[in-house]
């Protein structure tokens, strides 16, 4: 618990001290409420709703793989900024920064499911938005913090690997999306 807590309040330290257990069950989390509790969730909302294993299977597997490759291009773009540290540093590490995705998977998954609940309330849409822009400048400062960290990445180079890297995760998101994740997993 004590390094599930650095991760959150002290991100920089966690990603020095390379928390990979901490990092590989954030992911895990994401990937599992992506995944299978949504599709848990929709099951009880909707009763003809009939849970598919098949698609829960190929999108487990799509999740672990977005996550590896997004690992991989973080890795390949800060190398070619001049970033000397192993692929192994960037798979171990990023998934410290997926405190958000959690948040965000969760906040997704049950307002899909229920959307009903919130229809015509404007209090309701004003929060989540909130809610949504909070999560996203959680992600960005967590990323920026990881360029910083974990691929030593200063001034320009750091905010030319965050140009770079900012334009490839649209391009992973939307093929997140394809493939039937509704957060993705980057």
Not at 68 to 86: A, D, N, Y
Not at 143 to 152: G, T
Request: proline share 3%; with cysteine; hydrophobic share 55%.
């Amino acid at each position: 618990m004590k390094n599930f807590l650095e991760a959150l309040n002290r991100p920089a330290d966690a990603y020095r001290q390379q928390r990979k257990v901490v990092a590989w069950l954030l992911v895990a989390i994401t990937i599992f409420i992506v995944t299978i509790l949504d599709p848990i969730l929709r099951s009880f909302a909707e009763p003809e709703y009939h849970i598919d294993v098949f698609y829960i299977l190929r999108t487990t597997l799509c999740g672990i793989a977005s996550y590896l490759l997004i690992s991989s291009v973080l890795w390949l773009i800060c190398k070619c900024f001049g970033s000397k540290i192993p692929l192994s540093n960037y798979v171990n590490t990023w998934g410290i920064s997926f405190f958000p995705n959690i948040v965000c998977s969760l906040v997704v998954a049950i307002t899909e499911v229920y959307f009903y609940v919130f229809w015509n309330n404007a209090l309701v849409g004003m929060i989540l938005s909130i809610v949504f822009v909070g999560i996203l400048i959680w992600k960005i400062t967590l990323y920026v913090i990881f360029l910083r960290e974990v691929a030593e990445l200063q001034r320009g180079k750091l905010i030319g690997a965050f140009i770079l890297v900012a334009a490839i995760i649209v391009v992973l998101a939307a093929l997140n999306g394809y493939v039937g994740l509704k957060t993705p997993i980057l």
